[in-house]
């Protein structure tokens, strides 16, 4: 009952009310967070496989995720940063997404689950 | 320089459009089906006759708007095709510069006796690893029977490789009721799609499975159902429901369309609005729930410019506090001739109404229609 009730708050708000308690594990900042977002179809997809990144499966982000040492490693880690986290919070036209920026929130449980030892990689 | 390429190339496709319909025009035009324009009943590709007319009508300059200028063709035989670009400026914290190409496709329509058999195909950028082969595809082909073929009304029945019936299905398809409420680019399935198109009402209903070739962004197995009522000759209300099944995921998305004519000012309101539930069924799995919702307000503006001015809304969980995307998009269509449109578009971006980055983009669109 009382989850119904914070669904109808949350849906008449449009927005929820809780700290975010999401899982940090490979599967959801895939398929919840990369997706929807790097992960579109025309872009670093398994379709279209921009720049060697496919973000929109599991097993896709799992191969782009598990290269940490070459230059376009994302978690290759330079200046004590991931190479995802970094291009996710740059400025100056070096921005990714370029057009649609990620949330605070969900650039959080990325480098929550990072920090995590990258449950799921 | 390379990083400026890549930048244009994830802008162009995401700002992409697959020549979907207009339907800005309908309401205001006596056409309040997509079947009053398209040959299709969902709307998008090859016009029919009065498609045509409404481009020549809605046009600054006169001209023929048959296809190629109303090359003669035989009876049987509809084609249509679209060519897009698209040049501009996108993050707006530093308005990097993009120019691409966005779609060079061509249609054609072979019909007799109340079947036919449709093929869009075209040119993508290279696909599935870079294979050159992959350059070439068909978005759609499919064989289609309808009850009343001279009408535009009637029974629809089609089967191959198409885009499951779902929402308002704008032309602009980065609306977030399309890109997050279960419509996004290229999301064409294989599948047995049932229409009725009527006066006072229709529905759709398709089952599909995903393309087991070619990659796409529709990676489940399900079904799409959409009804439209008409009230009046000014306006429309709408209900759909879409569920998806994939390896790692499943997907139901649930909403609401609106329509409302207002002859008075010539002003054209559709409103769309989802509900879609995402279960990870991945490792541990996860659901969570969002929410997304358009409103789009159409004004033509004589010498065939058609402004719009839109408001989304995109909750991304509705778990988490401050976690949503608003955005303001304006468009402005400029109908040169019944087959050149020059398009401006524009959007503001706000996470969590200004607690995060902005984003957005301002880009100067050509479309070719065939």
Known sequence: MRRSIALAVALASGCGTAPDDRPATLEVITLEILAPTCGQVQCHSSTTNLRGYALDTVAGARAALADKTSQDGLLKVSNGKTKLIEVIEATGGKRMPPDVPLADEDIALLQKWIDGGELGL | MIRIVIIALAIAMATASVAHAYPQYQLSHGDATCTGCHVSPDGGGILNENGQNVAEQTAWKDGNGGWMYGMTKPSWLALGGDVRGAA?????????????????????????????????????????????LHVLWSREHYVMWQSNPDETYGFYVRAGRLMPTFGLRLAEH???????????????????????????????????????IATSAEKGDGGAVYAEVRLGDHAAIGADAKYTSAPEQKHTYAGLTGKLYLPGPDLLFQAEAE???????????????????????????????????????????????DLYRDCADANLHWFVTPHVEGLLTARVELLDLGGSPTGGYLLAQFHYRL
């Open chain 2, 174 to 212: 980065i609306n977030y009721t399309q890109k997050y409420g279960g419509y996004p680019l290229y999301a064409e399935a294989y599948g047995l799609s049932t229409s009725y198109v009527g006066h006072a009402f229709e529905v759709h209903a398709t089952g599909f499975v995903h393309d087991p």
């Open chain 2, 88 to 132: 501009g400026f996108v993050d707006p914290g530093t308005a990097s510069a993009a120019a691409y190409p966005m779609q060079l496709e061509v249609a054609a329509s072979v019909h007799a006796h109340g079947f036919s058999l449709h093929a869009l195909g075209g040119l993508r950028s290279p696909q599935d690893g870079g294979s050159a």
């Open chain 2, 275 to 321: 509900i879609i539930e995402q279960h990870v069924t991945a490792g541990a799995g996860d659901k969570t729930t969002q929410l997304a919702g358009y409103l789009l307000a159409s004004k033509p503006l004589g010498g065939g410019l058609l402004l719009d001015v839109g408001l989304g809304h995109y909750t991304e969980d509705t778990r988490v506090k």
